[in-house]
């Protein structure tokens, strides 16, 4: 009777502590929406592309790119770093069951090595009980820093991509630059032919000859800028597909294409909740959460199961002879620890904080990048259409001031002031047009979602793939 009034005893005591600290347990639920409901100015109508720089119409530019996404070692590492994650999260994993170890031993006498003088051989298992929830947490904890990490090779993926297109069109603006050049010089040789030949008739003075050859001189210049321009962008084409310069596919020369028109975008919660930013900034934010609701439970009791099955003999042969069990239940209670682990939930709590507030101003940042390019777009259309319009209207002042020159009429200050005219509105219409580009892709970056290995929905995410998340009306 005393020895079942004990067991009652230790029972109240020990269902008293888990009523006691299961009261301490509080559950937060994180708003994660944002308050936004403005949508993005002049949204268009075409929808974009997984696969955005395909929106160019370019089989050269998707050649590149498919190989940059393969070869770029930054990639490469961060998927390594996805895969240790994953790793990281099957260890968390594997805390949820028991372990079984093989233990097995012998002594020996130092002069009879040969022989042992007693052995065993047995397997042990432990399993800590999840009562107050510390190993779940450390799961979820591990489940959205994969998730972190996926977002941040996504990221990184947009970065390369995005990389190399504006290397790509920086080629060919500079491939279109050099021709350009050499149609400048040529017309300005013939030009300095001409005024040579009127300067032998005595029609026109040896400083229109001298101002003719600077603007042929000031021509070469530009040209040995504009080849180390076409050099560096064939080095940054190789940087980022992580090939050498010699293992470049051919670049043939081309024009640079038409802006594509503008993507649908709507409302900027429903577009820019799968922005690899975002997701990171959601799943740090998550795994803060996560990893403050351990630190809180790691001030509970922890209660941990240990068995044992060995055999014992002092004879090798006597050894499976006769097995013998045990079952061990310990419990850890925190009595005193100097504040320590009330001062690491605080510390967490803080942290989460912080990731809370990253969080929101990752969103920020997002839409002012939007809108920022959707502007800056707006102006740069203007820019490239009022250039060509200048260009239209030099082209023709040229053409009758030459006309007036060869009559006498004009004096070659005019025609030396068109021909410059002319020659920078040749080149600012190629710079106008490489400069619209680079913003699309800019805005196609910021609208990305970074899947770029096949095009599929969200509900088509391998189990794996913890980076899509919903974010709006969020429930976790």
Request: with cysteine; glycine share 4%; aromatic share 8%.
């Amino acid at each position: 009777m005393a020895k079942v009034n004990g067991v009652f005893k230790y029972l109240g005591i020990f269902s008293l502590i888990l009523l006691t600290t299961s009261c301490s347990i509080q559950t937060k639920k994180l708003d994660v929406t944002p308050d936004i409901d403005n949508s993005f100015i002049d949204a268009g109508q075409v929808a974009l592309a997984a696969n955005w720089w395909q929106s160019f119409a370019d089989e050269k530019l998707n050649e590149l790119v498919a190989i940059g996404l393969t070869n770029n070692q930054s990639l490469v590492s961060s998927l390594a770093k996805v895969k240790s994650a994953s790793a990281g999260l099957t260890v968390s994993q594997s805390a949820k069951y028991p372990d079984l170890n093989l233990v097995a031993s012998s002594k020996n006498n130092y002069e009879k090595l040969d022989r042992a003088d007693t052995a065993s051989l047995g397997v042990t298992s432990s399993w800590e009980l999840d009562l107050w929830g510390r190993i779940a947490s450390l799961e979820q904890k591990a489940v959205w820093d994969v998730a972190a990490r996926q977002a941040l090779y996504k990221a990184r993926a947009n970065v390369v991509a995005g990389s190399i297109a504006n290397a790509w069109f920086g080629w060919i603006a500079a491939s279109d630059k050099q021709k350009l050049f050499a149609d400048q010089y040529n017309r300005t040789n013939v030009a300095l032919t001409v005024i040579n030949r009127r300067f032998a008739m005595g029609k026109n003075s040896i400083t229109d000859i001298w101002q003719q050859q600077r603007l042929l001189e000031s021509i070469v210049a530009q040209q040995a800028v504009n080849d180390a321009r076409l050099a560096i962008s064939t080095k940054k084409l190789a940087l980022w597909l992580g090939v050498k310069s010699s293992q470049l596919p051919q670049l043939t020369s081309t024009s640079l294409p038409t802006v594509p028109p503008l993507p649908n975008m709507g409302l900027p919660l429903s577009t820019l909740q799968y922005r690899p930013d975002i997701q990171q900034a959601f799943a740090v934010l998550q795994a803060s959460n996560a990893s403050m609701a351990a630190a809180v439970t790691d001030r509970f009791p922890r209660i941990t199961l240990r068995a044992s099955y060995s055999t014992h003999k002092n004879s090798v042969q006597d050894l499976f002879d006769d097995w013998s069990g045990s079952l061990i239940s310990s419990l850890v209670l925190p009595l005193f620890d100097a504040g320590a682990k009330k001062a690491v939930v605080k510390q967490k709590e803080y942290a989460l904080q912080a990731s809370f507030a990253d969080y929101k101003q990752t969103w920020f940042d997002a839409i002012y990048a939007v809108e920022s390019s959707l502007i800056t777009e707006q102006q740069l259309s203007k820019v490239a259409n009022n250039i060509d319009l200048q260009m239209s209207l030099a082209k023709k002042t040229e053409r009758v001031i030459v006309s007036k020159y060869l009559n006498g009429k004009a004096s070659y200050l005019t025609l030396l002031k068109a021909q410059e005219t002319s020659l920078k509105l040749e080149r600012q219409v190629v710079d106008a047009q490489q400069e619209l580009i680079n913003n699309r892709v800019s805005l196609y970056r910021e609208l990305s979602h970074g899947n770029f290995t096949v095009d599929r929905d969200v509900e088509q995410q391998t189990e794996t793939d913890f980076a899509a998340k919903t974010i709006i009306d969020e429930n976790t």
